[in-house]
């Protein structure tokens, strides 16, 4: 029984022997390509942001004068025609002050909390935004810090410079494909890229003083003819021999 099963096993081994020794199938060559692509679009809106800032002894009092100069400020920028829903929070913090020295070193007795509220008032008049921001800047319980502009529908932007990542993929790859002497095949895989907006921010942190009302404030402020979109993209393809 035994010899029986070794001889069946090295006749198999026998028969099977030359597809064991075989080469394996070459392997298809293939291209990986990355593209990047830009687009460029009109910005719909500018976004300010301003801080109130107040100092106090006791975390309620300094919460509560934070609160009354909050909503001071948040009359005076409706009453320049910005809707409050187009008025937000975007942070609101209670800190113990830091120590301040004057110019000989000396240490200056200041309130022992500060509070600072951060607001984000959304302009849609990109053409008045700086005439707001001069009106803005005229008041004196706002910390003015900074002023971007943006779309409310950014993912066209992203779309747009997507395709063109994908466009300048293939692009590069033909070309490759040309001076080789091959051509493409199927397309194996896509893969993720990035794609977001450039930065456009003007920051300023200076503190709002009051101006003369006889000459109102405009601050030079003008806005980006577009906003900037970039992708990035992988692409894989085969390559086959020309016919």
């Not at 200056?108 to 849609?124: E, W």
């Not at 300048?168 to 896509?190: C, F, K, N, P």
């Amino acid at each position: 029984m035994t010899m029986r099963l070794i001889t069946a096993l090295a006749l198999g081994l026998a028969f099977a022997s030359p597809a064991l020794a075989q080469n394996p199938a070459p392997r298809q060559p293939t291209i990986s390509v990355m593209g990047t692509g830009e687009a460029e679009l009109k910005p719909d809106f500018a976004t300010i942001t301003v801080m109130v800032e107040t100092e106090g002894d006791t975390v309620p009092k300094v919460v509560a004068d934070n609160k009354t100069s909050s909503d001071a400020a948040i009359a005076r920028i409706e009453a320049l025609g910005v809707k409050k829903d187009d008025i937000r929070t975007q942070n609101f913090q209670v800190f113990e002050t830091p120590i301040r020295m004057d110019k000989d070193g000396k240490e200056i007795k200041v309130p022992k909390f500060t509070a600072r509220h951060r607001l984000q008032i959304k302009i849609t008049d990109l053409d008045g935004v700086g005439r707001i921001a001069g009106e803005i800047l005229s008041g004196s319980n706002m910390l003015f810090q900074s002023v971007s502009f943006g779309l409310n529908r950014q993912e066209e932007g992203s779309d747009a410079a997507r395709r063109a990542a994908v466009q300048d993929a293939r692009r590069q790859a033909e070309l490759y494909a040309e001076a080789a002497g091959v051509s493409l095949g199927r397309l194996l895989e896509i893969g993720a890229g990035s794609a977001q907006p450039y930065a456009n921010e003007f920051n300023d942190n200076v503190r709002m003083r009051a101006v003369a009302k006889a000459a109102p404030l405009e601050a030079p402020i003008v806005p980006p003819a577009t906003i900037r979109y970039t992708a990035s993209v992988q692409l894989v393809w085969e390559l086959e021999q020309k016919p």
